[in-house]
């Protein structure tokens, strides 16, 4: 099998979308069909030799990104890892149900993986800042209020942004979780 680097760019190849999944609920243009998307993971499982027991949590991932947000709880419930309850917990923060989020990332604990999602996200926050110091308008992104990587804060930052009607915010929470999202699944595909 080939690195989870070379693993997490052909999983991204095979689920792409024209843009990251929303903070919400709200179903994206462009996303692939439940059935659609479970034949195209089929194939890549096939491809890549993927382990059984790492097909559900990508099953899981996948459906996630797609937005089919019932499809991927189905299958994040019955899975009892750390790496089940944070697919499980990204779900119920999407859907969203903020306190069972929080109930789910209790169980995640202090996830190993944890310590790259705060290098990522801080690249990103600064690669946004970077691209915002360059604005015409002089206009500043918001920076990262942790110095960790913390769900239960970002929950809170994903709840008041979803309340809010600032789309600078909602873009840069965005981008984060679709680092979160790398970050999980490159660690997954770590552990196979």
């Known amino acids: 099998m080939s690195s989870a680097a070379d693993q997490l760019a052909k999983f991204k190849s095979a689920i792409a979308t ?3 999944p929303m903070l919400g609920p709200q179903c994206r243009p462009g996303t692939m069909a439940e059935a ?3 034949r195209r993971l089929e194939s890549f499982f096939g491809e890549s030799k993927t382990p059984e027991h790492v097909r559900s949590l990508l099953r899981s991932a996948a459906l996630l990104w797609h937005d089919h947000l019932d499809a991927s709880h189905n299958i994040s419930q019955g899975i009892d890892t750390r790496d089940g309850s944070w697919l ?3 779900m119920h923060r999407r859907e969203p149900d903020y306190g069972n989020a929080k109930y789910w990332f209790h169980r995640v604990g ?3 993986a944890f ?3 705060t290098e990522r996200a801080r690249s990103v926050a600064a690669s946004r800042q970077s691209a ?3 604005d015409s308008d002089g206009g500043s992104l918001p920076r990262s209020r942790y110095e960790d990587w913390d769900p239960f804060a970002f929950i809170d930052e994903c709840e008041a942004a979803e309340q809010g009607n600032d789309a600078e915010t909602v873009a840069a929470l965005r981008q984060r979780q679709a680092a979160e999202f790398d970050v999980l699944v490159e660690h997954i595909l770590q552990s196979a």
């Open 18 to 20: 024209p843009e990251v």
């Open 36 to 38: 659609d998307l479970l």
């Open 88 to 90: 499980h917990g990204i």
């Open 110 to 112: 202090q996830h190993p």
């Open 115 to 117: 310590a790259k999602l």
């Open 132 to 134: 915002a110091d360059k």
